[in-house]
């Protein structure tokens, strides 16, 4: 089953008006996540860094003050597109990596994605 | 994180295998090969991954050259429900360097019946 669950899975929404978008991992702690966006046809790119308890870090290009990120809780990453515009529908998948076993290192579990349509 | 270098597409056809190739000849000694797929608005699903033992799990095998510059992920019996674009990605292990991963083009894969 889903070990990252994010929500919702689709929304649609008016120019100018913000938009939240949760993550959560499931059974485990994350202290980390990360937020994508995937253009269509293209590949995921990788916008920001959420940390617990701390700020979050943005790739360049990725505006900090439109795409707000709140990590206040060890399961949660929130990420909130403000002022929507058309420009930023999109697909946003969140990425949380989980201890892994024998020695292999932590996997990384992604969300089912949120497909943001700006209107 | 060195770079991958995935054909953009390929076709296979359903019941046989899918031999999926990666190109990372700039590979480091501590880089881990990982592949990963997307079936369509979805978001990415792990399949496997090695060092540089070839790797077999309940999903698919990972064959890794000798000197580890290319890699083939190999689906045994490929069905309709494999087709999705399968990205290979080259990078240390997630305990070591803050766990992003960075996607590239990766192969999209048709299963035909």
Redesign the interface.
Same mark, same amino acid.
């Given at each position: 089953g889903a070990v990252?669950s &994010?929500h919702p899975s689709w929304v649609i929404c008016k120019s100018g008006t913000s938009v939240k978008i949760e993550c959560r991992s499931l059974d485990f702690q994350a202290t980390?996540m990360?937020w =994508?966006r995937q253009f269509p046809k293209q590949? !995921?790119? !990788?916008m920001a860094?959420s940390n617990e308890g701390s700020k979050a870090t943005y790739e360049q290009g990725v505006e900090k003050d439109k795409f707000l990120i709140n990590h206040a809780s060890l399961t949660l990453s929130t990420l909130t597109v403000t002022s929507a515009h058309p420009e930023d529908s999109s697909?946003y998948?969140?990425?949380a990596?989980r201890?892994?076993t024998g020695g %292999?290192?932590?996997?990384?579990?992604?969300?089912?994605?949120t497909?943001l349509t700006v209107v | 994180d060195a770079k991958t270098t995935q054909p953009p597409s390929m076709d296979c056809a359903e019941g046989r295998a899918a031999n999926l190739p990666c190109n990372h000849s700039t590979i480091s000694g501590n880089e881990y090969v990982y592949w =990963?797929r &997307?079936i369509h608005?979805?978001?990415? &699903? =792990?399949i496997i991954?090695g060092l540089k033992n070839n790797e077999t799990n309940e999903m698919a095998s990972l064959i890794i050259t000798e000197d580890r510059k290319s890699s083939t992920l190999i689906l045994p019996h490929a069905t309709l429900r494999d087709t999705a674009v399968y =990205?290979c990605i080259v990078r240390v292990?997630?305990?070591?360097a803050? %766990?992003? !991963?960075?996607?590239?083009?990766?192969t999209r894969v048709l299963v035909k019946p």
């Open positions: 990252v &994010q980390t990360f =994508y590949s !995921l790119m !990788l860094t697909f998948i969140c990425s990596p201890a892994g %292999n290192g932590a996997e990384a579990f992604f969300g089912q994605g497909r | =990963y &997307q608005s979805q978001g990415p &699903q =792990y991954h =990205y292990a997630f305990k070591a803050g %766990n992003k !991963l960075t996607f590239g083009g990766g």
